[in-house]
């Protein structure tokens, strides 16, 4: 027969297993419900934040290396607005999507995010997780660019999303010291480029660092070497509207580009990762490496001393008689529709239109700030902004055709893989990059 | 009355046990419902769902392994990706299965040793497979790695080829590398099964005058197979969840020239690094390749029932 002490027992292990799965129901459902009231009661909560409450904005990024900086930068926010905190959580860079997307469709998600740009930030825009902004909300974004902004931009309803912070450029960067030590000029050119080239190789330095396994670094590659070929912003442009395929000869031959450079790549470079096409320019085995400019401090602590830059020249056959400088947005910051401190992060995304932020940007994270009236601190990052000022092209597969699936950018990425390691041809590959389009993408006609 | 009390004792005892039992199980099933029951439950079900980011929006039916089957170019990578891990599985398999069974053997005759080596053999399978990809493209770079320069250094430089960048030879290096990992866990389960043999057994069948080759036939191997079953099993399962190896030496897209690219990178690309629908998408896949295992593992738990009769 059961005792009263079994009983006892047995009530008291019932009811804490209970108590257990209770708690953890009610936290759930506690958080949702502050949720679902977050919407409703923002303009009171608001009005809490910027008079007497203290709230705390936790704001997600992909920049964990960089999380002390970007509070250093809030800290500057703080100091004007003292009752909000600001506090900047960074997830590695390969799941922080992932982190997002379920932050952000659960309780737990920030306050403010750091979105990806373009096509990448549609999912979310899709799920109704972000706050639309318009200049009514942060009449700061009225000043911006439109292809800065259209990083922001929701492909269906064309409202915006989040605030750009910085743009990112790409192109050649090159060892000076090697460069002088074979009295070698940046080119201007490509014959003076294969020159170069050849002048290297027969000195034994590898004339430029290569790898082909990072696949979301391939399609930068593609836009470095190829955007003059295949013309940058007018082919773009005919391109969007239906007047031009990636089939017709300049597309073609900006992956023709790719097969012509192969003789100054490091050998067997297919076997190659990131860290070894890091390795080779940073030891000074060789001279040259595409890029973007957020390399710029890795690449100098590692021991390139003297860095220099040049866009690379139109290779042959190229529609554009000049070299182009790729750019594209970083990302926005937008605000998540479950936040309960909508008035507060609206503040701060606010203050993200302003000088005050573009110059910290600059300073405090060392990027291109895209507020309108600042710039890049570091001298050389200055005066390649300044060439991609003028000779500007927004990354095409980046900004206009990821929003489908497949992405440009996975296609672009396997093609350069498979002319560069597979054999196969330049005009193959842009058939295969045409044909996986043409299953979503409708030019504006 | 006294025998109504005794049966009112047996039916609260039984209870009572029976509660208890539930009691002991309920936080192990709690877990288990959370973290295995539900997400293969949630996978099946996300798979016949339209998905807009991180929203279900409509039920698909079965649009999504269309989809699947029909949108280039994850139609044609998809064939592809399977038989990289097939045949991945089965060179695992051949390498595993032979060289564990020579270790298991080897390590018997040596006594002394014995526990040093296996903890050396068993060492890689402690490492994560992400450290061990990145470990063995530095042992086999084409220009600064310890291989590379210790071929040239031997005269021996002709020999060296850019086995994980060569769309010929890379299936087969990852195989080896994987093998290489995890063939302390074939090693110790043979030795495992091995140490079962009674002497006497080996005894009896000297004295029947059986050669080594009719000891191996007749003894060790019907008595080691229900492990060789168990090991393909593990292996064919390791095989079709491969992921962070492949990814680690070759990239999310499986370079070079996708000759890496295996299900769980294409499930990875469909699934999160696609746009609106991935999620769908992805879980249709993750959904077949699920499939494809319980298939796999029936029929080779059947067949090891078949095959018990005769070896």
Redesign the interface.
């Known amino acids: 027969?059961?005792t009263r002490n079994?009983i006892r027992t047995?009530a008291a292990?019932?009811v804490s297993?209970g108590a257990l799965?209770v708690s953890a129901c009610s936290s759930s459902t506690g958080a949702s419900s502050a949720n679902t009231s977050g919407g409703a009661t923002g303009s009171q909560q608001s009005q809490a934040s910027s008079t007497d409450t203290p709230v705390t904005l936790t704001v997600w990024g992909w920049l964990p290396d960089q999380a002390s900086a970007f509070n250093g930068l809030f800290a500057k926010f703080t100091a004007t607005h003292p009752n909000i905190k600001v506090q900047y959580q960074g997830y590695p860079v390969q799941n922080y999507?992932?982190q997002l997307?379920?932050g952000?469709?659960g309780s737990n998600g920030p306050d403010i995010a750091t979105l990806q740009a373009y096509?990448g930030l549609?999912?979310?825009?899709?799920?109704?997780?972000l706050v639309a902004i318009t200049d009514k909300t942060v009449p700061g974004i009225s000043a911006f660019p439109t292809p800065i902004l259209d990083a922001a931009r929701s492909t269906k309803s064309g409202g915006i999303y989040g605030v750009p912070y910085a743009v990112q450029d790409l192109g050649v960067f090159y060892n000076e010291d090697i460069f002088a030590k074979y009295n070698l000029k940046a080119p201007t050119t490509w014959d003076e480029f294969i020159q170069a080239c050849e002048t290297l190789k027969k000195a034994g330095v590898i004339p430029m660092s290569w790898e082909?396994?990072?696949?979301?670094a391939q399609p930068r590659k593609h836009e470095t070497m190829g955007a003059a070929v295949y013309g940058g912003p007018s082919f773009t442009s005919d391109f969007l509207a239906g007047k031009t395929k990636m089939t017709d000869k300049p597309f073609v031959d900006s992956f023709q580009v790719m097969k012509d450079i192969m003789p100054y790549l490091?050998?067997?470079?297919?076997?190659?990762?990131d860290?070894?096409e890091q390795?080779?320019f940073t030891s000074g085995?060789a001279a040259m490496v595409t890029g973007g400019v957020w390399q710029i401090d890795t690449w100098r602590q590692a021991g390139v001393k003297n860095l220099g830059f040049f866009p690379m020249p139109p290779g042959p056959g190229a529609a554009s008689d000049h070299p182009l400088v790729t750019f594209y947005v970083d990302g926005s910051f937008g605000i998540n529709s479950k936040s309960p401190h909508q008035s507060a992060a609206l503040e701060l995304l606010n203050w993200m239109t302003t000088k005050d932020f573009g110059n910290a940007i600059a300073t405090d994270v060392s990027m291109i700030p895209v507020v309108p009236g600042t710039k890049p601190t570091d001298p050389l990052v200055q005066e390649i902004n300044a060439i991609q000022q003028k000779e500007s092209n927004t990354f095409l597969c980046y900004a206009y055709l990821?929003?489908?699936?497949?992405?440009c950018s996975?296609?672009v990425?396997?093609a350069v893989?498979?002319v560069m390691?597979?054999g196969m041809s330049p005009a193959d590959a842009a058939a295969?990059v045409q044909?996986?389009l043409d299953?979503w993408f409708a030019p504006k006609k | 009355m006294l025998q109504s009390t005794a049966t009112?004792?047996g039916v609260?005892?039984r209870?009572?046990r029976h509660?208890?039992a539930a009691?002991f199980i309920?936080?192990a099933a709690?877990i288990y419902g959370a973290f295995i029951f539900y997400p293969l439950v949630a996978t099946v079900v996300w798979g016949f769902l339209e998905w807009?980011?991180?929203?279900a929006v409509s039920f698909a039916g079965f649009g999504n392994f269309r989809t699947l089957f029909t949108?280039?170019?994850?139609n044609t990578q998809l064939f592809s990706a399977v038989l990289h891990n097939i045949v991945f599985f089965l060179l695992s398999i051949i390498v595993q299965l032979l060289f564990g069974l020579i270790l298991a053997v080897l390590l018997r005759a040596r006594a002394k040793s014995r526990v040093f080596l296996q903890a050396i053999y068993t060492l890689p399978f402690m490492m994560s497979p992400i450290i061990v990809g990145?470990l063995w493209?530095l042992i086999?770079?084409?220009?600064?790695g310890p291989v590379y320069e210790a071929l040239h250094a031997t005269g021996l430089g002709n020999l060296y080829a850019?086995?994980?960048?060569?769309?010929s030879t890379a299936l087969v290096t990852l195989s080896l590398i994987s093998s290489w990992q995890s063939i302390g866990l074939p090693m110790l389960l043979f030795y495992a099964a091995l140490s079962t043999i009674p002497s006497e057994i080996y005894e009896a069948a000297k004295m029947d005058g059986c050669t080594g080759l009719q000891t191996f036939r007749w003894i060790i191997l019907p008595l080691v197979a229900p492990t060789a079953a168990v090991l393909t099993l593990l292996t064919f399962v390791a095989s079709f969840n491969l992921f962070d190896l492949p990814y680690a030496?070759?990239?999310?897209?499986g370079?070079?020239?996708?000759a890496l690219d295996v299900a769980g990178l294409l499930f990875y690309?469909l699934a999160?690094?696609?746009?609106?629908?991935?999620l769908g998408?992805g879980s249709a896949m993750a959904t077949m390749i699920g499939l494809i295992l319980l298939a796999f593992t029936t029929a080779l738990l059947w067949y090891r029932r078949l095959a018990e009769r005769w070896v």
């Open positions: 027969m059961m079994h047995m292990v019932i297993v799965v999507q992932t997307n379920a952000l469709s096509g549609q999912p979310n825009i899709d799920s109704g997780s082909s396994k990072d696949a979301n490091p050998p067997d470079f297919a076997a190659l990762d860290p070894g390795t080779l085995k990821n929003g489908g699936s497949p992405t996975d296609l990425s396997h893989q498979d390691t597979g295969s044909k996986g299953q | 009112m004792h609260t005892t209870w009572s509660a208890w009691i309920l936080p709690l807009n980011g991180t929203s949108l280039y170019p994850f990145y493209n086999l770079n084409p220009i600064f850019p086995w994980l960048g060569q769309s030496v070759g990239g999310v897209n370079a070079p020239n996708g690309r999160f690094t696609g746009t609106g629908n991935g998408v």
